[in-house]
């Protein structure tokens, strides 16, 4: 589908190079990108939507949406099949009883049933379809885990190669992933401006695809697909379109795709009102949150201090679109504490059988502070977005949950010492 892109900050147009990054007139670097915003005629009617709905997610992934994403067209393999992995038509869970608790109709998108365990893969299918555009045979990005996962498994069921640059603290299980998808993986600090340098030093020097999204204009978009599935499977309850949509957001990637996704439904008519989205950042890493807070038109660099490493950023990229969406829909941001973020884990995978990493679990943190305050009315339906599987790092899901399994003798005796009959 033809496209053009634009500053979001000086409102330049560009046509839609599939290797574009930022804006080459106002870019400040990593600590003052100009981010690019995708112009793109979407046509979406009932007849489009049942073809759509038709295709099987199994063999299409997010590409069963194709006609609405930023694609010259759909991704194939040699053999004619569909480039996916599988990524979307991930479960909405009613939420109870966490949502009767609250006094709403709480549901929970679990992102965490992606091919690799996060959202990120829809990003990487996105962004994995325009390197191949783009004619590119290395991808390199700076990630603090997830979005790493999700692009080299991609590239390499495209034949592409990828360097993954993360941080010193990135966990083992985020680096044991991307290394077994065949990526070179190396550990830079100490900070987010240093990796996104390298990066974007790299890719210049060598010619390696930018995949760092949002510095890559078009990997937001691929998380528009996950509106279109909360709506959908709301409508196949019964139930209306959600009122308030809340979403943990780091460079706000998933933040932005949700705010077009939801527009394109309410142009189409399939909606009468956007959701109300929120934005939910921890107490240690509140760049959006702090600039929403202050009526900033930009991110507010901040500190990168919080036990959630997928949302934990210097700085939020995606900041301009993010303050945007949050003002068209009447949204809000929220903090949240590391302590908050381990309860909301805990209370998912005891209540609501959803094992969450502390980035994913700060959505529901997010509902259950937004809930005391009584920012929601009585009966509101709620989706918190839950990220990535709680497999991610199991180091901090092990200690919050009380340290390891004890040993003891093969006697029932030696099992009721450690638990006790009800």
């Excluded at 992995?85 to 608790?101: F, I, K, S, V, Y």
């Amino acid at each position: 589908m033809p496209v053009s892109l634009r500053c979001t900050r000086c409102g330049r147009v560009y046509p839609g190079d599939p290797a574009a990054t930022t804006c080459p007139v106002c870019d400040g670097g990593p600590e003052s990108p100009s981010i690019l915003e995708v112009n793109q005629e979407v046509n979406l009617d009932r007849d489009l939507w049942e073809r759509m709905l038709a295709r099987s997610p199994r063999d299409w992934g997010i590409w069963r949406f194709g006609e609405l994403l930023p694609v010259e067209a759909v991704p194939r393999m040699p053999s004619g099949e569909v480039l996916t992995g599988g990524e979307g038509d991930t479960p909405l869970l009613r939420a109870e009883p966490l949502g009767p608790r609250l006094g709403i109709d709480l549901y929970l998108k679990n992102e965490a049933c992606n091919p690799t365990g996060s959202f990120k893969d829809r990003v990487a299918a996105m962004v994995v379809a325009k390197a191949r555009e783009a004619g590119a045979r290395r991808l390199i990005l700076s990630s603090s885990g997830n979005m790493a996962g999700g692009v080299a498994s991609l590239a390499a069921r495209a034949g592409l190669r990828v360097t993954a640059v993360v941080a010193p603290e990135t966990s083992v299980a985020k680096v044991a992933q991307i290394k077994m998808y065949g990526a070179d993986v190396v550990r830079v600090g100490p900070t987010e401006t240093d990796r996104l340098n390298l990066c974007l030093e790299a890719a210049r020097r060598l010619g390696w695809f930018t995949a760092t999204s949002p510095l890559c204009p078009y990997g937001s978009y691929g998380a528009k697909t996950i509106a279109y599935e909360e709506w959908y499977q709301l409508a196949t309850r019964g139930a209306r379109g959600p009122d308030w949509v809340v979403i943990p957001v780091g460079y706000g990637c998933n933040f932005v795709g949700h705010w077009k996704g939801y527009l394109d439904l309410l142009e189409a008519g399939f909606i009468r009102r956007l959701p109300r989205l929120v934005a939910v950042q921890p107490e240690g890493s509140p760049s959006l949150v702090r600039a929403w807070e202050e009526g900033s038109e930009e991110g507010i660099p901040g500190p990168s201090d919080s036990i959630a490493g997928g949302i934990s950023q210097t700085l939020t990229l995606n900041a301009r679109q993010c303050l945007k969406a949050m003002r068209q829909t009447g949204g809000v941001g929220v903090t949240v504490t590391d302590e908050d973020m381990l309860s909301a884990q805990k209370e998912l995978a005891r209540s609501a059988g959803v094992f969450a990493e502390p980035s994913a679990a700060a959505a529901f943190a997010g509902v259950v502070k937004l809930g005391a305050r009584g920012v929601f009315a009585p009966g509101d339906t709620v989706v918190a977005v839950i990220t990535g599987s709680g497999l991610k790092d199991t180091e901090t899901a092990l200690q919050s949950a009380g340290g390891d399994a004890p040993g003891i003798p093969a006697r029932v005796e030696a099992l009721l010492e450690v638990v006790p009959p009800e």
